[in-house]
């Protein structure tokens, strides 16, 4: 318990102190409005997509190799802002890295996408493409809007040497937002990854509920912004933003 929480010398919070702090969570919560959002986590098999989620929602990362089995997925909650927690549902694809009938159920509601390659193996960068062929082709927003994606360099403490020369142009042309090298190793960028990713998928959140402009979307893409610009990174070349 926290000493904060303290009430009296033995250091016991009162039975009334109690109540009242657990009413103000409850109200507290009543208010807030929660959002649950899926993300697919997709690319080639062992480019690290089970090991990142796991870092970014259990903060654990084991290099003993294990294959996931059937389709799986992590909850991660956030507190956004005051009024908004969000559930993020990380897809795990697995055991079907090679596309077929069965990834169009997968990505079934997704509301973000991860793909991620292995910079340790530039032929999992050259598969990207492929991923997000498959994945356009199988999803998209109401209106045929096109869900927002991120591209992670993963194994960043391997190496950061081979980030591909193209992949600003690459993700430009192929409409992902932001790439960031990461390392599920060392807990490099997933964090702010996932923001970036969360941020632009509430955009869309707030833009399908209210498709008409109103002061509340100006007010919230304009939070958004400022979100985005905490997020600059300092070192340009481990990460890029385009939207
Ligand atoms: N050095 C290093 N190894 C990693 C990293 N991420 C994953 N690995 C290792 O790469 C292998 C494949 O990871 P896994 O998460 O199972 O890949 P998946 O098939 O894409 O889900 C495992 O041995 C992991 O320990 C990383 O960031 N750095
Ligand atoms: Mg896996």
């Given amino acids: 318990m926290q000493n904060s929480l303290k009430e009296n ?27 649950t959002f899926k993300f697919v986590i997709i690319g080639d098999f062992g480019v690290g997509k089970t090991s990142i989620i796991q870092r970014y929602t259990d903060g654990e990362f084991s290099s003993s190799y294990k294959v996931t089995i059937g389709a799986d997925f992590a909850v991660k909650t956030l507190e956004w ?22 990834t169009g159920i997968f990505y079934r509601h997704a509301f973000g996408a991860a793909l991620v390659f292995d910079l340790t193996r530039p032929e999992t960068f050259k598969s990207i493409s492929k991923w997000l062929i498959d994945l356009r082709k199988k999803v998209s927003l109401p209106g045929g809007i096109q869900i927002p994606t991120i591209l992670l360099a993963n194994k960043g403490d391997i190496t950061t040497k081979t980030v591909p020369i193209d992949i600003d142009a690459f993700c430009k042309e192929n409409g992902i937002i932001s790439w960031f ?13 996932m923001i970036r990713l969360t941020a632009a ?19 919230l893409a304009n939070q958004d912004q400022s979100d985005n610009k905490n997020l600059e990174q300092k070192n340009p070349k481990s990460c890029c933003h385009f939207s």
């Fill in 201 to 219: 998928a509430l955009k869309n959140h707030h833009s399908l509920q209210f498709p008409l402009i109103t002061d509340d979307v100006i007010k």
């Fill in 81 to 102: 802002n005051e009024e908004i927690r969000i559930n993020l549902h990380l897809w795990d694809i697995a055991g079907h890295e090679r596309f077929g009938a069965l």
């Fill in 181 to 193: 090298v990461t390392s599920a190793k060392d807990n490099i960028h997933i964090d702010e990854a």
């Fill in 9 to 35: 010398s033995n250091g016991v919070i009162s039975r009334d102190r109690l109540i009242n702090i657990s009413d103000r969570l409850r109200i507290a919560n009543l208010h807030k409005k929660e959002l």
